[in-house]
T-cell receptor, first 115, second 111 residues
Framework: NAGVMQNPRHLVRRRGQEARLRCSPM?????VYWYRQLPEEGLKFMVY????????ESGMPKERFSAEFPKEGPSILRIQQVVRGDSAAYFC?????????????FGEGSWLTVV | GQNIDQPTEMTATEGAIVQINCTYQ??????LFWYQQHAGEAPTFLSY????GLEEKGRFSSFLSRSKGYSYLLLKELQMKDSASYLC????????????FGGGTRVLVKP
């Protein structure tokens, strides 16, 4: 999983500020997935993107959250007007078109704390 | 939608064996994954099953029964470093790699 790079690793934001989390997929991977993990819980799917396309955003909250994966550069998960309930670990994973076995790789995660 | 259930917590002794069960309900099942996650770290891939049967990899084995919607992860010769959460995840559909995770099972290995 060392190939999927996420930054920042830790981010502290005050309520009402914006948080931007970045994910660079493993080389050769064109599919990116964002997951959120609340304390003491499992990972929850948020969004699945390919370059310049959102494929599945069924897990994204309806407001304040958005994601993109531009033609150039990393995927961005953006949270506007953060609230305390947004405090969580946000994991990015990447894969080729079809993943089997261990071809789905997770990044180290970004821990967001809202104060 | 999917429903994935696994026990919340298990305790075992160093050197022993522990079996973590996972049951799921899904349409379009296309593979089941097990991940290990230490506190504050990323999930690490352990095993993958798409056909019925047992997959063995060192001290870890995983079993799948698609007809029963059931899998288990078997950890043998437990070591202290195996204390972690173990996540069961199901892939659904023919395209992409969207995974639905269970809540995770926290395993505590005692000396």
């Amino acid at each position: 999983n060392a190939g999927v790079m996420q930054n920042p690793r830790h981010l502290v934001r005050r309520r009402g500020q914006e948080a931007r989390l970045r994910c660079s997929p493993m080389k050769g991977h064109s599919h990116v997935y964002w997951y959120r993990q609340l304390p003491e819980e499992g990972l929850k799917f948020m969004v699945y993107l390919q370059k310049e396309n959102i494929i599945d955003e069924s897990g994204m909250p309806k407001e304040r959250f958005s994601a993109e994966f531009p033609k150039e550069g990393p995927s961005i998960l953006r949270i506007q007007q953060v609230v305390r309930g947004d405090s969580a670990a946000y994991f990015c994973a990447s894969s080729t078109i079809r993943g089997d076995g261990n071809t789905i790789y997770f990044g180290e995660g970004s821990w967001l704390t809202v104060v | 939608g999917q429903n994935i259930d696994q026990p919340t917590e298990m305790t075992a002794t160093e050197g022993a064996i522990v079996q973590i069960n996972c049951t799921y309900q899904t349409s379009g099942f296309n593979g089941l994954f097990w991940y290990q996650q230490h506190a504050g770290e990323a999930p690490t891939f352990l095993s993958y099953n798409v056909l019925d049967g047992l997959e063995e990899k060192g001290r870890f084995s995983s079993f799948l029964s698609r007809s029963k919607g059931y899998s288990y992860l078997l950890l043998k010769e437990l070591q202290m470093k195996d204390s972690a959460s173990y996540l069961c995840a199901v892939r659904e559909g023919a395209a992409g790699n969207k995974l639905t995770f269970g809540g995770g099972t926290r395993v505590l290995v005692k000396p």
